[in-house]
């Protein structure tokens, strides 16, 4: 089955600084890949998603990228703030032939600590 | 509140006893997951619907555990004779069989076995 990597498990920026976290992934078959932002005790959230025919999405301060060939992908949050402190996950997930979009598999996560 | 809910949030019970937990999907949506999150970890598939069939199950789903969604609205996942293992936030998610198919998460259901 599928195996998602997603390092580092800690991340530690000072506020206005970029953050980057990487995850790769194992089934070449997986053609989306979401984020999710989990604040302590609350639920996760999506904050960005791609599909695998796309190389890179925007949205305000926060970017991924995918390398198909690679098999990785990455989550670029630019001036950073207080606020996004959380812990994000990656995810896989690809088409199954018979009944459409298989189950999501994540990461690990990374706590994202941003000092002020 | 239109997104995804669960019940209850907090679920403490003894070792051997019977726990059920319900999900209440965002409304159109079609597909319902659930999973299973233990601390410092991120979320694990346990099973999935679509409508009212389950389609697939997860490894880590054993015999003690089993999730229904009747009238493809709401579900629910009972665990049986739970063990101290069990204990671990219990996630609901679903989406549209539409697009990207993209998953909202419910606020889940933090279960503590004693």
């Known amino acids: 089955g599928e195996n998602v990597e997603q390092h580092p498990s800690t991340l530690s920026v000072q506020e206005g600084d970029s953050a980057v976290i990487k995850c790769t992934y194992s089934?070449?078959?997986?053609?989306?890949f979401p984020w999710y932002k989990q604040e302590l005790g609350k639920r996760p959230q999506l904050i960005i998603d791609?599909?695998?025919?796309?190389g890179e999405k925007k949205d305000q301060r926060i970017a991924v990228t995918l390398n198909k060939t690679a098999k990785h992908f990455s989550l670029h949050i630019t001036e950073t703030q207080p606020e996004d402190s959380a812990v994000y996950f990656c995810?896989?997930?690809?088409?199954?032939?018979?009944?459409?979009?298989?189950?999501?598999?994540f990461g690990s996560g990374t706590r994202l600590q941003v000092q002020p | 509140d239109t997104g995804v809910s669960q019940d209850p949030r907090h679920k403490i019970t003894k070792r051997g006893q019977n726990v059920t937990f319900r999900c209440d999907p965002i409304?159109?949506?079609?597909?319902l997951y659930w999973y299973r999150q233990t601390l410092g970890q991120g979320p694990e598939f346990l099973t999935y619907?679509?409508?009212?069939?389950?389609?697939?199950k997860s490894r880590l789903l054993s015999d003690r555990f089993s999730a229904e969604r009747p009238k493809g609205s709401f579900s629910t996942l009972e665990i049986q004779r739970t063990e101290q293992g069990d204990s671990a936030m219990y996630l609901c998610?679903?989406?549209?069989?539409?697009?990207?198919?993209?998953?909202?998460f419910g606020p889940g259901t933090r279960l503590l076995v004693l």
């Open positions: 998610a679903s989406s549209f069989t539409r697009g990207l198919e993209t998953q909202y």
């Open positions: 089934d070449s078959a997986s053609n989306y």
């Open positions: 791609i599909r695998s025919n796309v």
């Open positions: 995810a896989a997930s690809k088409e199954r032939g018979d009944t459409g979009r298989r189950a999501l598999t």
């Open positions: 409304s159109e949506h079609n597909r």
């Open positions: 619907f679509q409508n009212e069939a389950q389609l697939e």
